[in-house]
């Protein structure tokens, strides 16, 4: 909960000297500029922010070599709106930002920063460390990983790559190494709607046009609450002004939830895992009563049929009884979203991250399909974006260590992080002896943290680059100090419906003298003996590079448009006209023929999902992000932390009451894979057969702000992936509490 | 029209029903005047029923109201310090270089709106970001607000876009703000939220 939260009375009256959560008595961090000092330089520098993965476009103050303040970048669409008429007419009156952006400073100047390479003694995960040179890491992580090449073959290292543009030098180095197992943070995020949105409207990443539709029935995903993209609250709150009715499946009345009864549209709050059978009762009832769009179906759809013949028998009272919702309410929400045009369907990871989340994913896109609500003003978009072009060498022949492509049908790009977790425990398919992380704490990030360490401990090196002593740093042989995204180079194109690109570019040198991480990667590269492309080219000589080959400009054009933000081809719509949807039949597909060609069942059929509630743990537990953190990774930040220092387990007030639970009391949560204490928050916002909390707190690294604040969602869940898209199933599991 | 509020002078308009609770407000604030660690000038509250299915969730961004018979400068003033000032266009701030640090004023704030400061033992609140006013430019929380829910404009503009502000303006000489001051909400109209009722702060 972001909020200083008071029971009623008290809030009337104020009374209670609530105030934020105490950090009082920290000196000042000292950032801002000396001001007796003769100012010798005071510049805005345009950059793209980097606090969590939603690249909003932000200016930095920069006054005498330090960051003093970070603001919204007009000139960049990602804080304004996702579609182009909208950015040009909203832009005078500036872009906006969320709080983690603004506490960008506070991380930069974070006294708890990795400042120098650091080499383990004593046991592993001990927190014993060397400090040694640059040099000395470089020459030692090359020698080992060397060695482990030389005595286990090249497969045995797996790297995790941060998602930046130096994304495809790791690529590279993997490659060069000779191991295929390159992966990336996706497969822990949001897969399942990639795979289920390219399998049916051709496109991985459709997004929403709220500011022009008239009703939007999402699921499972909170804009207002993990805001990412700055503009969503913005576009959504103007399509609710302007009448648009927003209806929310969740199982907690998550900040949009919250928004949409405000406004007058619904909370939906499902069981957890069963949006999909919500979405096929909702066709059901469009279909038996002719709502559909028939010309849409006719002209650009395939598989109507099969489709329809699905869901002939996904009745209401069938998906009521699976939900948890009542058939009345699924009937009625299935003839407004009929009815009322333009009209968004979306889903994003509250689905998606359960055993069954690519076919509910499928189910939930199919229903824009059949209201042909696609590429048009106010509904789903099919974006057409424009960036930089890597080169990446041929992947190495062997196969993958996690059943990309195998076991996973459709496992994206990314990889499966949890299969090459369990690798790293039963060495199957094979051993993994090396592992690599840039910029990602595995060990929180991963579902299962038992697991994870697991894992971890079974591997003869690990090497960690990050800005923090991260869990996962904490596991390592060499931690490597990472960048901040103030420190260093990067290219964002933006997630909008139309090209945009903006530059993130250092504001402040890295303040400990340390290098970027795409230098460390090429300088390890060079110690390995690689002595081609990319690894011998500067970062900036690499990006200008990229960036020419994939959009026609140079960098230092690119540096010198308006907020270093290039602006290409607006919002085009109804492009399935001119060529076609971007799947195999060139149609929107209700019946993947490709799926079938996997073994797959090539129509979203809704199948219970996995982990939920037995005798022993009678209740779901699921996990959400919420506007003042990201992921596992901001909780050393003093700002944020002051707002919200601690996650509390939510829990439905009559659930509460007959576990004699009060709300802010101690309680125990457990299952099979964990235990840990947590604070109860007793609310009506959350479905009474499910508790959740925020993800990511719970550290027991990181740094002495994060130490000990809030509960591990993790440690309670099994750790599997979803067998289509190999998505992380984060919000599959159950548990018991206690008081 | 607000009594102090000369023509040129700027009110703040915040529009509740669109407010997402997020916090951005109270973290530019704690950037724009590197607030000490534990003070937030700008806050968010929040408060919800416990009807589930339909919790009635209300979110309120609280600061210094910058009433215009304030109970921290009476307090002051009653003190004979008077480091509590109000200017022309009616910003109430506290006068750093006067304030001998004896918090009485921090109490007296029916909005918890004051706060002392252990590094230079003064009193400080919201002083509407005066020094990014007198340049020219809206308060650093105005300029970030993601829900868009906060307007900075003069009582003329605001008027042309939300007509029904002329009763809050004319019926609370002290807001330079929507829909919250010293009087309690349910004797004002609450420009977008007809639902509000007095749980709302």
């Not at chain 1, 500011?211 to 709150?237: D, M, Q, S, V």
């Amino acid at each position: 909960m972001s909020r200083v939260r008071l029971g009623r009375r008290e809030f009337v009256k104020l009374a209670a000297a609530a105030g934020t959560a105490g950090l009082a008595g920290l000196d000042s961090l000292g950032f801002v500029a000396d001001a007796s000092a003769a100012t010798l330089q005071d510049e805005w520098i345009p950059t793209t922010c980097h606090m969590c993965g939603g690249t909003t476009g932000v200016l930095a103050h920069v006054v005498n070599g330090r960051v003093i303040k970070i603001e919204p970048n007009s000139a960049n669409p990602v804080g304004i709106a996702n579609i182009s008429t909208d950015f040009q007419q909203l832009k005078a009156s500036g872009a906006r930002m969320c709080p983690k952006g603004n506490a960008a400073i506070m991380s930069l100047y974070d006294p708890d920063r990795i400042k120098t390479p650091l080499k383990r003694l004593g046991p592993r995960g001990g927190g014993q460390w060397q400090e040694i040179s640059y040099d000395q890491a470089v020459t030692e992580i090359a020698v080992r990983l060397g060695n482990v090449k030389a005595t286990y073959g090249p497969q045995a290292l797996a790297w995790f790559a941060e998602d930046a543009s130096f994304n495809a030098i790791q690529q590279n180095f993997c490659y060069a190494y000779g191991t295929p197992n390159w992966l990336n943070h996706s497969n822990i995020c949001d897969v399942s709607r990639k795979v289920a949105f390219l399998n049916t409207m051709g496109a991985d990443r459709p997004l929403p046009d709220f500011r022009n539709t008239k009703y939007a029935l999402i699921f499972g995903w909170n804009p207002l609450g993990a805001t990412k993209w700055a503009h969503l609250p913005r576009i959504i709150l103007d399509g609710l002004d302007s009448g648009a009715k927003l209806v929310v499946v969740d199982p907690r009345c998550s900040e949009t939830a919250e928004k949409a009864l405000a406004y007058g549209g619904r909370w939906l709050p499902v069981k957890p895992g069963t949006d999909g059978a919500l979405a096929l009762a909702i066709a059901n009832v469009i279909i038996a009563e002719g709502r559909q769009d028939t010309n849409f179906i006719a002209n650009w759809s395939t598989g109507y049929g099969e489709f329809a013949a699905l869901v002939a028998s996904k009745t209401p009272d069938w998906a009521a009884a699976i939900t948890g919702l009542d058939a009345q309410t699924i009937r009625e929400v299935a003839r407004e979203l009929a009815t009322t045009k333009p009209a968004i369907v979306d889903v994003w990871s509250g689905p998606g991250q359960h055993m069954n989340g690519t076919d509910g994913s499928r189910a939930i896109a199919s229903l824009a399909g059949l209201i042909g609500q696609v590429d048009l003003p106010g509904t789903m978009i099919i974006p057409e974006r424009k960036g930089p072009s890597y080169a990446v060498r041929a992947a190495p022949a062997g196969a993958r260590v996690d059943g990309k492509g195998t076991k996973y049908p459709f496992g994206h790009s990314s990889g499966i992080y949890v299969e090459a977790r369990d690798a790293m425990i039963t060495g199957q398919p094979y051993p993994l002896k090396a592992a690599v992380f840039v910029f990602q704490n595995f060990v929180f990030s991963v579902p299962n943290t038992a697991k994870n360490l697991q894992a971890l401990n079974n591997l003869d090196v690990i090497v960690s680059v990050d800005t923090h002593m991260s869990e996962t740093a904490l596991m390592a042989d060499y931690v490597i100090p990472g960048t901040h995204y103030l420190e260093r180079w990067d290219v964002a194109p933006q997630w909008v419906t139309f090209q945009a690109t903006s530059l993130r570019q250092p504001v402040v040198p890295p303040l400990f003298g340390q290098k970027a991480e795409y230098e460390f990667v090429a300088d390890l590269g060079r110690r390995m003996g690689y002595t081609d492309h990319p690894f011998v080219v500067p970062y900036e000589q690499y990006l200008d590079e990229s960036i020419y080959a994939g959009m026609g400009i140079r960098l230092s054009e690119l540096k010198a448009l308006p907020g270093a933000t290039w602006i290409g081809t607006g919002t085009r719509y109804k492009k399935y006209e001119t060529s076609g949807f971007g799947t195999p039949s060139k149609k929107f597909e209700f019946y993947s023929q490709q799926m079938a060609a996997k073994g797959l069942n090539p129509v979203p059929d809704y199948t219970p999902t996995e982990d939920g509630p037995s005798t022993a743990y009678p209740l779901y537990i699921v996990n959400w992000k919420e506007a003042l953190h990201t992921h596992s990774r901001t909780m050393n930040n003093r700002w944020l932390m002051e707002l919200h220092g601690e996650n509390e387990v939510w829990i439905n007030t009559a659930r509460a009451a007959s576990l004699g639970i009060s709300d802010g009391d101690t309680i125990e949560v457990e299952n099979q894979y964990g235990q840990a204490k947590g604070r109860a928050r007793v609310t009506g916002r959350i479905q009474p057969d499910v508790i959740g909390m925020t993800h990511g707190f719970g550290h027991w690294a990181l740094g002495p702000v994060a130490k000990g604040k809030g509960i591990n969602d993790g440690q309670f869940i099994a750790g599997k992936a979803d067998r289509i898209s190999g998505q992380a199933a984060h919000k599959d599991g159950a548990v018991r509490i206690r008081k | 029209m607000s009594g102090h509020a000369s023509a040129a002078s700027k009110m703040m308009f915040v529009d509740l029903k669109r407010c997402i609770g997020c916090n951005a407000c109270s973290v530019a604030c704690m950037q724009e005047n590197n607030l000490q660690f534990g003070i937030a000038w700008n806050r968010v509250y929040g408060v919800e029923g416990d009807d589930y299915p339909k919790p009635d969730v209300r979110v309120l961004p609280m600061f210094c109201q910058h009433c215009s018979s304030a109970a921290c400068k009476l307090t002051c003033d009653n003190l004979g310090y008077r480091a509590i000032v109000q200017r022309a266009d009616g910003i109430v701030y506290v006068d750093q270089s006067r304030c001998v640090g004896c918090q009485k004023c921090v109490p007296v704030c029916p909005f918890k709106a004051m706060f002392f400061n252990t590094e230079t033992n003064k009193a400080e609140k919201c002083h509407y970001c005066m020094h990014r006013i007198d340049a020219g430019l809206a308060p650093a929380c105005v300029i970030t607000c993601m829900g868009i829910t906060r307007e900075f404009a003069s009582p003329s503009e605001l008027l042309a876009r939300h007509p029904h502000a002329a009763q809050m303006m004319r019926g609370n000489a002290n807001a330079l703000y929507e829909n919250m001051g010293e009087k309690p909400m349910t004797e004002r109209a609450t420009a977008g939220n007809p639902g509000a009722s007095e749980c709302h702060w």
